[in-house]
């Protein structure tokens, strides 16, 4: 690694070079990264994501910006030395993607600091979507995104100029950020609605950018961060969601258009459904606690004890419980089959106290519960001691 010439950007001069020759000046991490003195391939910076493609027909993963150089870091080593020409292909569909998200980023932000007065704080190029956080939004409504989104593609229809141009930073004017750098700057235009300082990669003419699609707004951190798809990503979104709402619709029968009214209809219905189904459980469970409060035989002091297994939790059968003892002279024990669960509930005129009894059963057999005078519940560690537990509670 002795050459330390930087690398010239070619993506700089020409967005839409694709193939080009290069030679090799310096290899590292055995052959895996590799240096040219010259390249089309965009390294991570300015929030683009970097290029993918082919370098001596050998996969590139990542580009890195290392200041002066671009290291292009290989599935598997070069096998050629320094020196050697070498041919890279860049991966189209991706670039022109990102050059079509990146633009649409200058215009958008154009029109929300010069039409709204919404400054733009950072901006974000995802794989699925891409945002820009802007300050100074007080509210954003679902119309007001309706009407910037069609704005900006009318802006889009428009089919204005994107140009670069490279003006001392003393004297170059009416640049949407002031720029920090000292020098030389890289301008990108959008005739007539902007003028930006930056390194990225953009299309040529707004047209290429094809639509542009708002997808919401969220607060962040004291900014706004609108989000957005451009171009194919537009489409395929738009694709996408007529899909979901098309599968969501089917089952009910019924038009996308008309999901809106009909989901909340249906909720309301489902709510009413569920009280229903309380209330009738309610009432069956004062049905089998009179069935199985008559079949109990009254013990010497007038105290029947009601036995009651279930397959599920024995919390289900709280309600029973409740309405056995509501009959009063009552001790209810409700034990699961599949859970180990127990629980017991005592009228208020049988003179057990249900927590204190079954936290003294439960000791025996090496459980866990409790619970108040009327209502308590536990568990057995093996299903097995359940017998041993209720001949503890006089079962
Ligand atoms: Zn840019």
Redo the contacts with the bound molecule.
């Keep these: 690694m002795s050459d330390v010439s930087g690398t010239q950007r070619l993506y700089y001069y020409d967005a839409a070079l694709r193939r080009f020759s290069a030679t090799i000046v310096a290899l590292g991490d055995g052959g895996r990264r590799v240096y040219l003195d010259r390249s089309a391939f965009y390294p991570t910076s ?1 929030g683009q994501p970097h290029d993918t493609g082919l370098l001596a027909d050998i996969a590139v993963l990542d580009v890195v910006d290392e200041g002066e150089r671009v290291a292009h870091c290989l599935a598997e080593p070069i096998g050629l030395p320094v020196g050697a020409m070498v041919v890279g292909q860049v991966d189209s569909a991706r670039r022109q993607d990102f050059m079509q998200q ?2 649409a980023q ?1 215009l958008l932000s154009a029109l929300l600091t010069d039409r709204y007065g919404w400054p733009t704080v950072s901006v974000h190029f995802g794989d699925a979507t891409s945002t820009v956080d802007v300050s100074g939004v007080e509210g954003l409504s679902s119309a007001q995104l309706a009407r910037i989104e069609r704005e900006v593609n009318e802006a889009i229809l428009a089919n204005h100029a994107v140009s670069v141009s490279y003006e001392e930073a003393a004297t170059a004017g009416d640049l949407r950020k002031a720029s920090d750098r000292d020098g030389v700057l890289r301008i ?1 235009s959008i005739e007539g609605l902007d003028r ?1 300082a ?1 390194g ?1 990669t ?1 299309v040529s003419r707004t047209g290429e950018l094809g639509m542009l699609l708002l997808r919401g707004a969220e607060k962040t951190r004291g900014h706004t961060r609108i989000e957005y798809v451009c171009g194919g990503r537009a489409v395929s979104r738009a694709r996408a969601d007529a899909e979901l709402l098309a599968r969501t619709a089917r089952p009910l029968s019924a038009a996308p258009e008309d999901l809106p009214l009909l989901v909340p209809r249906q909720l309301e219905r489902l709510a009413e459904q569920d009280a229903e189904i309380r209330r009738l459980r309610k009432a069956l469970a004062g049905y089998e606690a009179q069935a199985l409060w008559q079949q109990a035989v009254p013990d010497a002091s007038g105290i029947r004890r009601v036995r009651h297994d279930v397959d599920g939790p024995v919390k289900d059968a709280e309600p029973l419980a409740q309405a056995c003892i509501a009959l009063g002279h009552c001790v209810m024990l409700v034990t699961s089959r599949t859970t180990g669960g127990v629980l017991i509930a005592t009228a208020a005129d049988s003179v057990v106290d249900a927590g204190v009894s079954l936290k003294a059963a439960l000791q025996v057999v090496g459980g866990r519960g409790g619970g108040s005078p009327r209502l308590a519940q536990g568990s057995v560690p093996d299903i097995a001691r359940l017998p041993e537990l209720l001949s503890a509670l006089g079962f």
């Design positions: 300015g990146h633009t200058h990108v930006s930056c990225g953009h």
